[in-house]
Antibody, heavy 120, light 107 residues
Framework: QVQLVQSGAEVKKPGASVKVSCKAS????????ISWVRQAPGQGLEWMGW????????NYAQKLQGRVTMTTDTSTSTAYMELRSLRSDDTAVYYC?????????????WGQGTLVTVSS | DIQMTQSPSSLSASVGDRVTITCRAS??????LAWFQQKPGKAPKSLIY???SLQSGVPSKFSGSGSGTDFTLTISSLQPEDFATYYC?????????FGPGTKVDIK
């Protein structure tokens, strides 16, 4: 069965960086994309970006451009999301999700979420 | 950016009720519309893609319709496990955008 297992909760200071991992299993990793979505406390869902595990193509939300990098390691079927220059409003639960295919950012299976807290 | 709106923002319903949630896009998105269900403290669950196609394992009491700018999610007979927040998302063009959500709770 398709599973996405994310790394554990993080506490970071403002200005630091965080790298969240998302290990996939139960399917052919390079046949799909991975989307990243975050949710601030009590708020709705926010699309952060997408990476194709097939060819490494990415597309990021404009508001995160320059601070976010999404990568994949096909040897371990793991996706990564790094967010730099953290601010307090980056405090959120971060989700990875497998997409419908390698070229479409539309989630079908979700990870369990990773809480990132940014606090001095 | 394409703006997504949902109505109502919340609703109260009883077990067995038929529930309909509306999602509207600020411009045409063909059928590139997905629906998600989220329960408190849990990851979202994918319900529908391409406006009306059920994700694997999703019960047939959920249905979606629409094209262009106006879409609906219908739950034919609400059950206790369906009380949750529902989000729509357009994936027609970047940046992808979500609706603000519709919270369905018990009357």
């Amino acid at each position: 069965q398709v599973q996405l297992v994310q790394s554990g909760a993080e506490v970071k200071k403002p200005g630091a960086s965080v790298k969240v991992s998302c290990k996939a299993s139960g399917y052919t990793f390079t046949s799909y994309g991975i989307s990243w979505v975050r949710q601030a406390p009590g708020q709705g869902l926010e699309w952060m970006g997408w990476i194709s595990a097939y060819n490494g193509n990415t597309n990021y939300a404009q508001k995160l451009q320059g601070r976010v990098t999404m990568t994949t390691d096909t040897s371990t079927s793991t996706a990564y999301m790094e967010l730099r220059s953290l601010r307090s409003d980056d405090t959120a639960v971060y989700y990875c999700a497998r997409d419908l295919d390698a070229h479409t950012s539309c989630p079908d299976y979700w990870g369990q979420g990773t809480l990132v807290t940014v606090s001095s | 950016d394409i703006q997504m709106t949902q109505s109502p923002s919340s609703l109260s319903a009883s077990v067995g009720d038929r529930v309909t949630i509306t999602c509207r896009a600020s411009q045409g998105i063909s059928n590139y519309l997905a629906w998600f269900q989220q329960k408190p403290g849990k990851a979202p669950k994918s319900l529908i893609y391409a406006a009306s196609s059920l994700q694997s394992g999703v019960p047939s009491k959920f249905s979606g319709s629409g094209s262009g700018t106006d879409f609906t999610l219908t739950i034919s007979s609400l059950q206790p496990e369906d009380f949750a927040t529902y989000y729509c998302q357009q994936y027609n063009s970047y940046p992808l955008t979500f609706g603000p959500g519709t919270k369905v709770d018990i009357k």
